[in-house]
């Protein structure tokens, strides 16, 4: 990926999670420590290896720790607060006043994937820019794919839509390639499909992978980006998922 791309590029990192599985509800996930940093500093550093021209975090609980963490370690960063936590798709509109309308694409991470490679991450702009997508999502194959999102193609290979767990019907909950929650989306028509998002689900959420059906219905072109480094999407939910990620950290660091 070049600097120039980075120049028409925003990124929004969605940091507003309470995480209480983790085991210390008065921390906000994003903060955990690994290997000495917070999970939100490793993410952040990805986003600024990609010399994007904005970078937004979207913090809600703990909000103010996040903020403090963020503004006075990256001052070119901006925060927006999810005051209620209605869902992924909900938290990225809060940053839609911070982005601005020139700017071609946005790139989504969380907050709590603390492993992405600035490799992969411009494989993935690579992939969206030379396909010449309105949406291209991250994905991977994994031998247990519970808790994540599935990805789901037609019988040509293409993208067809994400489903979340709770809504998987079993012969989707079987599938192995799973949704990331990393996405490159081209900025406008991002916030005009968010606006058509509805929270009909089993969380009653506002899911930001009901974009892709959006945007696929009205024949945008939306792709699936596959990585076969699964251990770089390692979500932290759990304490398990922590201590993995410190695991797979240190192979990697080791691997160098």
Same mark, same amino acid.
């Given at each position: 990926?070049?600097?120039?791309?980075?120049?028409?590029?925003?990124?929004?990192?969605?940091?507003?999670?309470?995480?209480?599985?983790?085991?210390?509800?008065? &921390? =906000?996930? +994003? /903060?955990? !420590?690994?290997?000495?940093? @917070? %999970? *939100?500093?490793?993410?952040?550093?990805?986003?600024?290896?990609?010399?994007?021209?904005?970078?937004?975090?979207?913090?809600?609980?703990?909000?103010?720790?996040?903020?403090?963490?963020?503004?006075?370690?990256?001052?070119?960063?901006?925060?927006?607060?999810?005051?209620?936590?209605?869902?992924?798709?909900?938290?990225?509109?809060?940053?839609?006043?911070?982005?601005?309308?020139? &700017? =071609?694409? +946005? /790139?989504? !991470?969380?907050?709590?994937? @603390? %492993? *992405?490679?600035?490799?992969?991450?411009?494989?993935?702009?690579?992939?969206?820019?030379?396909?010449?997508?309105?949406?291209?999502?991250?994905?991977?194959?994994?031998?247990?794919?519970?808790?994540?999102?599935?990805?789901?193609?037609?019988?040509?290979?293409?993208?067809?839509?994400?489903?979340?767990?709770?809504?998987?019907?079993?012969?989707?909950?079987?599938?192995?390639?799973?949704?990331?929650? +990393?996405?490159?989306?081209?900025?406008?028509?991002?916030?005009?499909?968010?606006?058509?998002?509805?929270?009909?689900?089993?969380?009653?959420?506002?899911?930001?992978?009901?974009?892709?059906?959006?945007?696929?219905?009205?024949?945008?072109?939306?792709?699936?980006?596959?990585?076969?480094?699964?251990?770089?999407?390692?979500?932290?939910?759990?304490?398990?998922?922590?201590?993995?990620?410190?695991?797979?950290?240190?192979?990697?660091?080791?691997?160098?």
């Amino acid at each position: 990926m070049s600097s120039e791309q980075g120049k028409d590029l925003a990124v929004v990192i969605m940091a507003a999670g309470k995480g209480k599985r983790m085991g210390n509800p008065d &921390l =906000a996930k +994003v /903060l955990t !420590l690994l290997h000495g940093k @917070p %999970l *939100l500093q490793y993410v952040v550093d990805q986003a600024s290896s990609l010399k994007p021209a904005r970078v937004v975090v979207v913090v809600g609980h703990q909000h103010m720790a996040v903020r403090e963490f963020v503004t006075s370690r990256y001052p070119n960063a901006t925060c927006v607060l999810q005051s209620e936590q209605l869902g992924t798709g909900h938290a990225v509109q809060q940053a839609e006043s911070e982005i601005d309308a020139a &700017l =071609a694409n +946005v /790139l989504i !991470l969380s907050g709590d994937v @603390p %492993l *992405l490679t600035s490799t992969t991450l411009g494989e993935l702009l690579d992939h969206h820019l030379e396909h010449d997508a309105m949406l291209t999502v991250l994905s991977t194959t994994v031998p247990d794919p519970t808790g994540y999102g599935r990805i789901i193609r037609d019988s040509s290979g293409a993208l067809q839509s994400i489903i979340e767990q709770k809504d998987a019907s079993p012969q989707q909950a079987a599938v192995n390639e799973i949704n990331s929650g +990393v996405y490159i989306v081209r900025a406008q028509p991002l916030f005009d499909a968010l606006d058509r998002v509805r929270n009909a689900n089993a969380q009653n959420e506002y899911y930001l992978t009901d974009i892709v059906g959006i945007l696929k219905s009205e024949h945008a072109r939306v792709e699936a980006f596959h990585t076969s480094r699964s251990e770089e999407v390692h979500g932290i939910n759990t304490a398990e998922d922590l201590a993995r990620a410190s695991v797979l950290l240190q192979s990697s660091a080791q691997a160098c």
